[in-house]
């Protein structure tokens, strides 16, 4: 597969990698509906690719991913919207500041219901319509911080790497169906989530990650590290054993 | 028109005249005119009289910043106006200057930054003067915000051929205050200024650098961020197609507010705000254009553009933005002096086309292969935002700009105007407009298009009132307006 996508959901369109592979979406010729929870930043990345693109670029649905009762319905009417669908990307997160020696039920759970929940109740219905279509691409954001388990932030690497397993899944069920899933495991992206934070490194801009996760996308690849080079640094901190890994500072 | 008489007669009064050629910034087009430097109104009252007197015609140049004709009058006297400039009374607590004509936008920051002020708006380069900037409504990098110059206008004080003074604002005078700014020096010669400057905290702007991969996806960028920045402006490499057409470099810039610069007193010295002396550090930058000649073709050109544009998108702002002084940012054309002479004896001339903003992402791609379809591709492109203006014969809409600059030279020269034809059409369909600080090749039937024959009219009718003997002229109103000056 390495043909354009047509008809795509962005799901965390609001800004960072989802705002931007939006507009490179569109840019490609696709029509592009963008769901998030904020309105009003939506609105202006629907604005950039109407004007830069069209008018009918881009349809905009509000919803908070943690309402995961309202996605499968959302979903149905951005299909009929857009007159069918051959990509889907789950680009919605979110990562709280947890002290070293906070454990805090409310925000863990926060995070798993936007990093993990919400992705179900968007692609399952998603899986279910490019499985019957017999065609479709289906992107998660995960992360680096999935391949292990520091001390930073545990339920925001626990919720990538349980992300990071289903969309494997996922793959292990739809291949055979024609449908690709791609994981993607970005490293540092400039973006809200990380502006302004201390000792980041080969950091990548969201649409240089985009670039990366659409080409990546149409390739049909499975699991891409952005940029690249972290699959190394992955496999080395994969390969650390655990009674050494947990006296790392890292 | 006999220019020796008049000349005589100043001379004889003691008011210094002299033969001179002007050129127009881009150094394409130039004409011999007589040329008066007053330094006071009694003088440019004299001058208008024995013009009167002696039949010839009355342009109006400051600094000489417009690219084109709009500050020539060949075969006439041209009042130089860089020598009546002095800040009659600047207020700290408000910020509101009063200046004559001729002060430029340098001896305004170089006054005012310390004291925490900046002007509201600036163009690329800090030498306009007051009374070019007024005449022309002139733009910056964050028109879209702001507006142009002519909205920090409060008043000023107009001279008509007939040596009235009309002080003019938004009450009194109000269709003269709308219609001079903008007025190209057709409707009288300002000699005092009244304007509002901005309020900063520090002396420096924080700046993100974004690269794009086409002309399109900037629009996009620029679209949706417009809101969270004071300034922006993207420079465009016009020499690749396809999928890159129009590539390029965003540069996006925000106000530091109360507060947020700790090294804010030091940032606001004069001394902080000066342009590199030296290019890498070691290259006198008076002696870069020289340098420069030998690329200025499309090979060289074509090298430097894409030379440029992947060390911009290596370097683009990947966490933290960096902050710049605000004259560092504002006057990217001074950076290497006189690098207009490198495009060689012809010069260049600036296209620059306002296209709304629903149109801009068909029009100006469409622009940019025309270029290439004729062979002849911009060496430099500028994008910018903009918005409406109440100046009657404004250049600005709610939308995108494209500024092109051509090489000009005695084979292309025929050529290059016939592509400014074409993408005048394309523009003018488009309901987009042109600008008469930058025009050299505008057609009156463009002109008609653009304004429409009502506000022309609406425009000539003052112009009547004013200036009932058409004493005021140049080389662009001539050629823009024909009609006005036929007997």
């Known amino acids: ?250 | 028109m006999d220019l020796t008489e008049i000349a005589v007669e100043l001379d004889r009064e003691g008011i210094g005249a002299s033969a001179e050629t002007l050129y127009g910034w881009g150094r394409s087009t130039h004409s011999e005119a007589l040329v008066v430097r007053p330094t006071d109104k009694d003088t440019i009252r004299r001058v208008f009289e024995l013009a009167e007197k002696h039949g010839v015609t009355v342009g109006f140049r400051g600094s000489g910043c417009s690219y084109g004709d709009a500050s020539q009058n060949g075969d006439g006297v041209v009042l130089d106006l860089t020598n009546f400039a002095k800040v009659r009374s600047f207020d700290e607590s408000t910020g509101l200057l009063v200046a004559e004509p001729g002060v430029t936008l340098e001896m305004i920051w170089r006054q005012c930054v310390p004291l925490g002020w900046w002007p509201p708006v600036v163009s690329g380069t800090m030498y306009p003067t007051l009374g070019g900037l007024l005449s022309m409504n002139v733009h910056g990098k964050n028109n879209w915000q702001v507006g142009t110059i002519g909205n920090h206008v409060r008043s000023f004080e107009l001279m008509t051929p007939r040596g009235e003074t009309l002080r003019c604002d938004r009450e009194q005078n109000a269709d003269v205050f709308h219609a001079a700014i903008g007025g190209f020096g057709m409707l009288g010669c300002f000699t005092e200024v009244e304007l509002q400057l901005k309020k900063i905290w520090s002396g420096r702007l924080e700046v993100e650098a974004i690269a794009t991969a086409n002309l399109r996806e900037m629009i996009a960028w620029f679209e949706t961020n417009k809101d969270d920045f004071d300034y922006l402006v993207g420079w465009v490499d016009c020499f690749p197609r396809g999928t890159a057409l129009g590539r390029g470099l965003i540069h996006a810039a925000r106000y530091l507010g109360e507060g947020q610069d700790d090294q804010a007193k030091a940032t606001m010295r004069e001394s902080a705000q000066d342009l590199p002396s030296r290019i890498l550090g070691v290259m006198p930058k008076n002696k870069v254009w020289y340098l420069m000649r030998p690329m200025l073709n499309d090979y060289g050109m074509r090298a430097i553009n894409a030379a440029k544009f992947w060390s911009g998108k290596r370097g683009q702002t990947r966490n933290e933005p960096y902050k710049q002084p605000h004259a560092a940012f504002a006057f990217l054309l001074d950076y290497v002096p006189d690098w207009k002479k490198a495009y060689g004896p012809e010069g260049l001339i600036q296209y620059q086309t306002f296209v709304p903003k629903e149109a801009a992402s068909d029009v100006h791609p469409r622009l940019l292969e025309r270029c290439h379809k004729r062979h002849i591709v911009p060496y430099l492109g500028v994008y910018k935002r903009h918005r409406n203006d109440p100046f009657l014969m404004t250049h600005a809409v709610d939308g995108f700009s494209f500024a092109m600059d051509f090489r000009v030279t005695s084979s292309n020269r025929n050529e290059l105007w016939q592509l400014c034809r074409d993408m005048d059409e394309i523009v003018t369909e488009a309901g987009g407009r042109l600008y008469f600080a930058k025009d050299a090749t505008m057609l009156p039937r463009t002109a008609e298009t653009i304004w429409g024959k009502e506000t022309i009219e609406r425009f000539h009718a003052l112009k009547r009132r004013l200036d009932p003997n058409s004493r005021l002229q140049t080389n662009l109103a001539r050629r823009v307006f024909p009609g006005w000056f036929s007997s």
């Open chain 1, 1 to 250: 597969m390495n043909k354009r996508f047509e008809r795509a959901i962005v799901v965390g369109a609001s800004s960072g990698i989802g705002a931007a592979l939006a507009r490179q979406l569109a840019g490609q010729g696709a029509r592009v509906a963008l769901v998030a929870r904020r309105g009003d930043e939506l609105e202006k990345v629907a604005e950039g690719i109407r004007t830069a693109w069209g008018s009918d670029k881009a349809i905009v649905r509000t919803n908070d991913v943690t309402d995961v009762d309202a996605a499968s319905t959302l979903f149905s009417e951005l299909v009929e919207e857009l007159g069918g669908l051959d990509f889907i990307c789950y680009a919605a997160g979110v990562m709280a500041d947890v002290g070293p020696d906070e454990y805090p039920t409310d925000k863990d759970l926060k995070i798993l219901q936007v990093g993990l929940s919400g992705a179900f109740a968007w692609l399952n219905p998603a899986a279910d319509y490019f499985q019957k279509q017999k065609r479709g691409a289906i992107v998660g954001i995960g992360s680096i911080a999935g391949d292990r388990g520091r001390r930073a932030y545990p339920s925001y690497h626990a919720t990538k790497a349980g992300f990071a397993t289903w969309l494997e899944s996922l793959r292990n069920r739809l291949t055979q169906h024609g449908v690709r899933v791609t994981t993607i495991k970005p490293g540092f992206i400039d973006t809200a989530m990380t502006r302004g934070m201390d000792g980041l490194f080969w950091v990548k801009t969201a649409d240089e990650a985009a670039a990366s996760i659409l080409h990546a996308a149409q390739k049909g690849k499975q699991t891409v590290y952005v940029p690249a080079r972290w699959r190394l640094v992955s496999l080395v901190i994969r390969s650390i054993p655990s009674f050494i890994f947990r006296r790392m500072s890292i």
